[in-house]
């Protein structure tokens, strides 16, 4: 069974950057679409980006795009979402999943938090 690790969360100031990373683990990285969605508290589950199983793809949502970039390592087996640019409100909790689409995730990890304050 698939098994996915998120790291990298920390508190950054408004501007600054972030690397997160999610080591997969039971399936190679490139077995699913593996992406990113966030959670804030009082706000709804967001979808922030995903990379293809199959030729390495990526989108983004529409509140990222320019900023996150997504990429996988396979001799590593891990998925990395660089963020830059970040702003008070890409603060919430990052997890990363099997991405069916940025609207639907499954085999979620416990995910890593982000704070982006000064």
């Known amino acids: 069974q698939v098994q996915l690790v998120?790291?990298?969360g920390g508190l950054v100031q408004p501007g600054g950057s972030l690397r997160l990373s999610c080591a997969?683990?039971?399936v190679t990285v490139d077995?699913?679409?593996i992406g990113w969605f966030r959670q804030a508290p009082g706000k709804q589950r967001e979808g922030v980006a995903c990379i293809s199983r199959?030729?390495?793809s990526t989108?983004?949502?529409a509140s990222v795009k320019g900023r996150f970039t997504i990429s996988r390592d396979n001799a590593k087996?891990?998925?990395y979402l660089q963020m830059n640019s970040l702003k008070p409100e890409d603060t919430a909790?990052?997890?990363c999943g099997v991405c069916y689409g940025l609207g639907d995730f499954g085999f979620w990890g416990q995910g890593t938090?982000?704070?982006v304050s000064s």
């Open 77 to 79: 087996n891990t998925v």
């Open 31 to 33: 077995y699913y679409d």
């Open 113 to 115: 938090q982000v704070t």
């Open 59 to 61: 989108y983004y949502g």
């Open 54 to 56: 199959s030729d390495g």
């Open 6 to 8: 998120e790291s990298g």
């Open 24 to 26: 997969v683990s039971g």
């Open 93 to 95: 909790v990052y997890h």
